[in-house]
């Protein structure tokens, strides 16, 4: 059984995705229409859009997120904000997030046993082990 989930998103998020939709189709074998079908019938519906305002929170994900893209401080603003997890597999922002333990960023394998109810703590040694171990030396 699976734990109630919430999803947020900010409007940068969604015009970044408009942005990108012909790389979007190309990497997943989308054509346009079936991409806009699941676009606007099955993902945003389901989204919640947040707005940041609290300039505080803006810098201190800036700050942040100069450690691996300083155009994904939005996100690390909505993680703060909203003290929620992001999902992403960008192991850049993955890493980042179990170094500084100021947010919490995971893949899709992580995300799917956070909603199947496993503890956070064995994700995040989990996610250690995938993204923080020094890979054996030949």
Known sequence: MLAPAFFFTLKYA??????????ICRRVG????????????IILP????????NQHIIEKAKQ?????????????ALALELDAVIWTNDK??????????????VDTQSLEYLLKGKDID???????KKYLSNPPTK
Do not use: G, H, W
């Open 92 to 105: 850049a922002i993955i890493k980042c997030s179990l170094i500084t333990n100021q947010f919490l960023a």
């Open 64 to 76: 942040i997120s100069m450690r691996f893209d300083p155009d994904d401080y939005p996100f690390i």
């Open 46 to 53: 389901e989204l919640r859009l947040v707005e940041i305002t």
């Open 14 to 23: 969604i015009e970044e995705i408009e942005k990108n939709r012909n790389e």
């Open 122 to 128: 064995y994700i995040k040694n989990e996610l250690k």
């Open 30 to 41: 989308l054509d346009e229409e079936s991409f806009n079908y699941i676009l606007s019938s």
